[in-house]
């Protein structure tokens, strides 16, 4: 057949017809927003990196929760920000650390919430790294047990999902193992399990202070180069007892999302990062592109390639600007 029996166009006429036949949808139950947790009453502090994101208290958590949920954006991933690190990460799993009293705290004052728990040491610990560590080196198994004691004390708090960060080798199956244990079999694993050594993580480490103090994440992030070994990780994640996997960062990585997409039939998640934002804000900011267009295309993207669930910095606005 072809031209002039095949018009594409005629498909594309007008916005009723764009909505009849439109392949992928994006709506405010996909996303989930961040928040970044601190110790204090009524603070709100602006991330330099990262303009209209904030570092709450937990009351100011509670409002910005609030709000989500009035807006339809069911979930909130949460990340603390401890008064104290040492070298234990022993504020992770402190039955009364920041993202325990948030986790409570929000369960408590907003209906209908999933809260999900971030789970990792690098925010807790003095050197920013997300383990234990021996010299130069982060020791893998010894960080286990500490990991599964956050998840344990996050779930105890009201956490409903606990996502694990870290990218320590085992860390799905300890975790599963600790929270069946301490009668959390009910609770869900949300691995990052494709997560990669990846710049784009900058202004979240401005945001949650938690930049290693020396060398880098490269001996247990992915390497940005590789995707075959994106699906080894995935699978094994999924064999440990991950009820959903993710993929982070998201758009530079669509072809991962719609790879891991093919490989597994749990839920898959996509991480639009902090410096995604960043970029997105300060091109908007200097009028270089519309902010509102470019950013609703992005998670367009991020579903097209085959995420179900998008965690955003965007995730209000987002849900403003489909709700209009
Ligand atoms: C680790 C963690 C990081 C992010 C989420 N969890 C930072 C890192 O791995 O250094 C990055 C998220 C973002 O950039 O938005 N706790």
Do not use: W
């Amino acid at each position: 057949m072809g031209f002039p029996v095949e018009r594409p166009r005629r498909l594309r006429r007008n916005a009723l017809i764009r909505d009849l036949v439109r392949e992928t949808d994006l709506s405010a139950g996909d996303l989930i927003e961040p928040l970044f947790v601190c110790p204090g009453k009524r603070t709100r502090q602006e991330i330099p990196s990262m303009p209209g994101q904030f570092n709450l208290s937990v009351d100011e958590a509670v409002a910005e929760a609030q709000e989500c949920r009035s807006l339809g954006v069911p979930a909130v991933l949460l990340f603390g920000i401890p008064a104290a690190k040492d070298s234990r990460a022993s504020g992770a799993y402190d039955a009364h650390g920041i993202v325990q009293e948030a986790a409570s705290a929000l369960k408590k004052e907003v209906r209908d919430l999933l809260v999900i728990a971030d789970v990792c040491l690098c925010e807790y610990t003095d050197h920013g790294h997300c383990g234990v560590v021996q010299g130069e080196e982060i020791l893998n198994d010894p960080t286990l047990e500490l990991l599964a004691r956050t998840a344990v004390s996050q779930a105890r708090a009201g956490a409903d999902i606990v996502a694990p960060s870290d990218m320590m080798d085992g860390r799905v199956a300890a975790i599963r193992k600790a929270l069946d244990a301490a009668s959390l079999e009910h609770v869900p694993i949300l691995s990052y399990a494709a997560k990669y050594a990846s710049a784009f993580y900058g202004p979240f480490r401005e945001a949650a202070q938690s930049a290693p103090k020396f060398g880098d994440r490269r001996s247990h992030q992915m390497d940005p180069a590789n995707a075959r070994e994106a699906i080894r990780e995935v699978l094994l994640d999924i064999e440990e007892g991950a009820d959903l996997v993710m993929v982070k960062p998201a758009l530079p990585y669509l072809d991962v999302i719609y790879r891991v997409r093919q490989a597994v039939n749990v839920p898959v998640a996509a991480y639009h990062v902090s410096g995604e934002y960043a970029m997105l804000v300060a091109a908007a900011s200097r009028g270089f592109i519309d902010r509102e267009r470019v950013l609703l295309e992005s998670l367009h993207a991020i579903r097209r390639a085959g995420a179900d669930l998008i965690v955003t910095y965007f995730a209000k606005e987002a849900a403003r600007l489909l709700a209009r």
